[in-house]
């Protein structure tokens, strides 16, 4: 089974950055796509960004252009870097991979494993 582990979430002023990690126990990225969701509490989860096996990367239309998805196969860890931050993007962050598809969907139910999450507050 394998295992998704957050990292990098915390508190950060508006306008700075922020990369969050997202360690996999196990090598999976040349098999599996990879994605990030965020939720506010009592709210449905909701995609931020993926990136296929192959590597090609999708956005939500709320980050793109301020978010970048990458991964390290070398370190099996998926990273999301969150650049221009605003209040709204506080939440908690999920990493999620799925092990059917060839490219990333931003769709919540393909995503089939799932990490603890992290929290990131970002102060106006």
């Known amino acids: 089974q394998v295992q998704l582990v957050e990292s990098g979430g915390g508190s950060v002023q508006a306008g700075e950055s922020l990369t969050l990690s997202c360690a996999a126990s196990k090598y999976i990225f040349s098999r599996y796509s990879m994605a990030w969701f965020r939720q506010v509490p009592g709210k449905e989860r909701e995609a931020v960004a993926c990136?296929?096996?192959?590597?090609?990367?999708l956005y939500s239309d709320a980050v793109k252009g301020r978010f970048t998805v990458s991964q390290d196969r070398a370190k099996n860890t998926l990273y999301l870097q969150m650049n221009s931050r605003q209040p709204e993007d506080t939440t908690i962050y999920y990493c999620a991979a799925d092990s059917t598809r060839v490219f990333c969907t931003l769709r919540l139910g393909d995503y089939n494993i799932w990490g603890q999450g992290t929290q990131v507050t970002v102060s106006s």
């Open positions: 990136i296929g096996h192959i590597g090609n990367p």
